[in-house]
């Protein structure tokens, strides 16, 4: 575990055991540093995005302890401590489809009665940083898959949110919109500077993004290796043929294949 003086994030000897017994995570023990871009990987069913859902307040741990800039993390639909927030994007765009790209962007001001005003001028900064300058009057089915994930995207960053949650956003997309949509997703993550937690089942994606990898075992899951990836300078489409890029993949690979390996264990 990689350990932090003073984590954004802290998951202390967490369980989650489900109401019909299933184990999906035991003894998570895990330290997030408030600006690191953390990536989860693992196999399917390892917990990942149980664990992201724990953070984002949506699921409760069955034992153990989960601390947000040093305040416990409840379940809540909106969290916030001291003044944080905290956003979340799903696998699936969930926009509204009657509704504008605007007006779907705008919801979360909406609900915290952000003025007319103030809400308009940070949709349009949203939607100007991902791409979408020009789209707000467009409905969600006239746009495509990828242009739909930047408005998810726009949603979950014009509440200028402290800690970012992703689960899969691009796993659906083909590799060209994909490869550039973490392209996008990096510089916003060097320009805000916050923190960002990513769940993909992608080695590729999760070195190209990162400034560390959480490896996590088969169900049930618990981290077995906290990877280090190059710091914060560029990362263009030279750097995913590069030797140190490569070199990342086949550290993560065989660890995924031990990953594999315990399950149970």
Known sequence: MNEQHNPALSVQRVDKIYANGTTALTDVRLDIGAGEFVSLLGPSGCGKSTLLKMFAGIESPTRGHMRWWGQPLAMTGTVRTKGRRMSMVFQEATLMPWASIAANVRLPLDLSHVPRKEADARVADALANVGLAGFGDARPRELSGGMQMRASLARALVTEPDLLLLDEP?????????????????????????????????????????????????????????????GKEARDEAYRVSAPFLAHCKTLSDLISDAHQLQGA
């Open 170 to 230: 691009f796993g659906a997309l083909d590799e060209f919109t994909r490869n550039k949509l973490d392209a996008d997703l990096r510089k916003l993550w060097q320009s805000r500077g916050m923190t960002v937690v990513f769940v993909t089942h992608s080695i590729y994606e999760a070195v190209y993004l990162s400034s560390r990898v959480v490896v996590m075992q088969a169900r049930p899951g618990r981290v077995i290796a906290d990877v280090p990836i190059d």
